[in-house]
């Protein structure tokens, strides 16, 4: 038994199709990269898959579901929100415990957001508000990691760091990519979608980034 | 286009019907002494002047307060249905009308005015944070891990988002209160309202100009003197200050819900058989005659005449503040006359026009008309300032016409038929004044101390306003009007 299965997998949102026939399997210890244009599929088959895991997985969505107007360490705290006792959160909402605090910082530091700990979402950046999501998946501690796109307005170099520190710390790895390099580099086996249909599922060791083109050819 | 065509021949052939007439003999007399009142303001007219500053301040925040303690637990049900219409109620009958209900269980005490504030406003505050937390980006909730406590979902995912525009909202709400409170002064409580009403009637214009020129210096400062972090302190000095002596005694209370308000019929019957039943058949027959149906026709009337007055008023108002149409200067003094138009309750604009053109309907649907148009007048400018407009546009008149109006339009219809509702709920308490709408029929059954009258009365003019509101909201679907939350 996978960790991880679909059978002939058919979803359809008012009409169209966005998966269509697709069976897939999953081992725990993965590294996925989904590849393929945007609408070819990927946040829906993503998002299927965490659905199924939900209870042990952390996922970093694509809208990134901040809260805007509270603090990178509140965001980040969000990720363990059902470990506490309900009025430990709110106490922890009204006044930053210092508890709390020393468990977030060393993750804002691998992912260099540690100096914005205490800065509202909407006074970050693009990039820096990516960072914050996956530093609140990473926060949940748990043995999966989801990501749509997780480093899309990450700067290169910040790129590296963020997957590294994803990689190292969960099991099990899916994330949907649009860069070519990072994708092969970071994942044990990409697998690629085009409308809605399994057209690549190969390991990374066997692939050139250049493979990978002809998905994008339309 | 059509839709206010509609309402404007409506609003004219009604006025037909209406009572507009000056029936003072010369306007201009008093014209010219109210004139010099304003000009020559008179500070130390009364000694209690500061103390009612005070108490009309404190009103204000008890009631505001409580008004927001009551509110948000009703938001959070307020998807019930019954809440909902519970909420719909307590905020169609006016604060005025409360008060004079409060003032026959508690008397002339403290609880009379904060309770007339807190209530309505709490039927307010639930609808307008219910639709803030409808609003309220749900994108966080998929990121949110399961298990967790609703409480600790509505804190961290719901609440931090809302906050901000709960205070805003608030601080709206504030400056209401301080109009409603200074109003509550007119049926006794001790606020500027008292005297400004014995000021008037003795026709002591300067200190009528003080208290006025305190009272816009009080609510223009707002934003500097409240402070979330100074409403606990000013909740503790206003519960200190303000008299809390009174008459009220709990056999009052029961009194009045177990015998004033019932329908006189009913009070005097002996048992509940057919001869008290038609004799209730009569009573209410005799009261919707003689009263309820006038007073219905003549508040619709006003209201429409006023609605159509707000809308003529506004259009010529919001260019004064406007960046697109005036300079620093004239903005300057546009906002200045905005403010004062604002600023004063209508009661009281409708009470200085009512002095200088005597009784009918003509003054309440200035009062209205100035008051309202000031309103919507200050946020259409506002909102034409975050227009871009190109860069070969006309200017002036052609500019208004062609561009600007074209474009605000649906705006503005939008925030009007908001202001809809508000107009009927300000119409119908105006009746106080002598204009025989509603309000008129009510205050005199208490002042005959017939409470029975007056409740039923009262009921009528909230069904009323409640359906006033659900034609503006249906209205509103219809055209596809969206404006904000701000204004209700």
């Known amino acids: 038994m996978s960790f991880l299965e679909l059978k002939n997998a058919t979803v359809s949102y008012s009409g169209t199709q966005v998966l269509n026939d697709l069976s897939l399997k999953i081992e725990r210890g993965e590294k996925i990269a989904l590849v393929g244009q945007s609408g070819a599929g990927k946040s829906t088959l993503l998002n299927l898959l965490y659905q199924k895991c939900k209870n042990d997985a952390a996922l970093v969505p694509q809208d990134l579901g901040l809260v805007s107007s509270l603090t990178v360490f509140h965001n980040v705290y969000m990720g363990q929100l059902n470990q506490r006792p309900t009025w430990y959160n709110i106490a922890n909402l009204l006044k930053p415990l210092q508890k709390e605090v020393d468990q977030i910082s060393p993750i804002l530091y691998q992912l260099g957001l540690e100096e914005k700990i205490f800065e509202p979402i909407r006074e970050l950046s693009g990039g820096q508000q990516q960072r914050t999501a996956v530093a609140r998946a990473m926060y949940r501690n748990s043995s999966t990691f989801f990501g749509d796109e997780p480093v899309s307005a990450v700067d290169d170099h910040q790129s590296h760091k963020v997957l590294e520190a994803i990689s190292i710390s969960h099991e099990t790895v899916i994330l949907s990519m649009h860069d070519m390099r990072l994708a092969l580099k970071y994942s044990s086996r990409v697998i690629g979608l085009m409308d809605g249909k399994l057209v690549m599922n190969e390991p990374s060791g066997n692939l050139k980034a250049a493979d990978l083109d002809h998905l994008y050819k339309h | ?488």
């Open chain 2, 1 to 488: 286009m059509r839709t206010s065509l509609g309402f404007l021949l409506v609003a004219i052939i009604l006025g037909l019907f209406g009572d507009f007439e000056i029936t003072t003999v010369d306007p201009w007399i008093e014209i010219k002494r109210m004139a010099l009142g304003s000009i020559t303001p008179d500070f130390q007219a009364t000694e209690d002047l500061l103390t009612a500053v005070i108490n009309t301040i404190s009103f204000a925040i008890l009631g505001v307060a409580l008004g927001n303690a009551l509110g948000f637990p009703l938001a959070l049900v307020f998807k019930f249905r019954i809440i909902r219409v519970f909420c719909a109620f307590i905020r169609s009958v006016h604060e005025l009308f409360w008060a004079l209900i409060f003032l026959q269980i508690f008397g002339l005490t403290s609880l009379t005015g904060i309770l007339a504030i807190a209530i309505p406003y709490a039927g307010i505050f639930a609808k307008v944070y219910s639709e803030i937390l409808e609003e309220s980006n749900q994108a966080p909730l998929q990121a949110v891990p399961s298990g967790t406590s609703n409480i600790s979902i509505f804190m961290f995912v719901r609440m931090p988002d809302a906050w901000v525009h709960f205070k805003t909202y608030a601080l709206y709400r504030l400056e209401c209160g301080l109009r409603s409170s200074a109003v509550l002064g007119f049926v006794g409580l001790p606020t500027i309202g008292f005297h400004l009403e014995s000021a008037f009637s003795q026709g002591k214009y300067s200190e009528v100009a003080a208290l006025l020129i305190i009272f816009y210096v009080v609510i223009a400062a707002i934003r500097m003197w409240v402070h979330v972090r100074l409403v606990p302190l000013y909740i503790i000095l206003a519960l200190l200050f303000i008299p809390w002596a009174g008459e009220f005694t709990i056999n009052n209370a029961v009194r009045f819900f177990t015998f004033d308000i019932l329908p006189y019929p009913l009070r005097v019957a002996e048992s509940f058989d057919m001869a008290t039943l038609s004799a209730l058949g009569a009573w209410l027959a005799t009261i919707w005659t003689e009263q309820a149906f006038p007073g219905i026709i003549s508040t619709i009337i006003l209201t429409q005449v006023a609605l159509v007055g707000t809308a003529a008023l506004t259009l010529v108002f919001f260019p004064l503040i406007s960046t697109k149409f005036f300079n620093v200067f004239g903005r300057s003094t546009g906002h200045l006359f905005l403010v004062i138009l604002r600023s004063t309750p209508e009661y009281v604009l409708a009470l200085i026009f009512l002095l200088l053109w005597g009784p009918s309907m003509l003054p309440a649907a200035v009062a209205l008309a100035f008051h309202n148009g000031a309103i919507i007048g200050h946020l259409m400018g506002r909102y034409t300032d975050d227009m871009v407009l190109r860069p070969d546009s006309p200017k002036g008149l052609n500019l208004y016409s062609y561009d600007i109006l074209p474009r605000i339009y649906p705006q503005f219809l939008a925030f009007l038929f908001y202001r809809w509702e508000v107009i009927m709920r300000e119409t119908a308490i105006l009746g106080i004044l002598g204009i025989a709408t509603l309000g008129f029929y009510i205050d005199s059954a208490f002042a005959d101390l017939r409470f029975d009258r007056a409740l039923f009365l009262i009921i009528i003019t909230a069904i009323l306003n409640i359906c006033i509101d659900s034609l503006s909201s249906y209205i509103r679907r219809r055209l596809r009007l969206r404006t904000t939350v701000e204004l209700t």
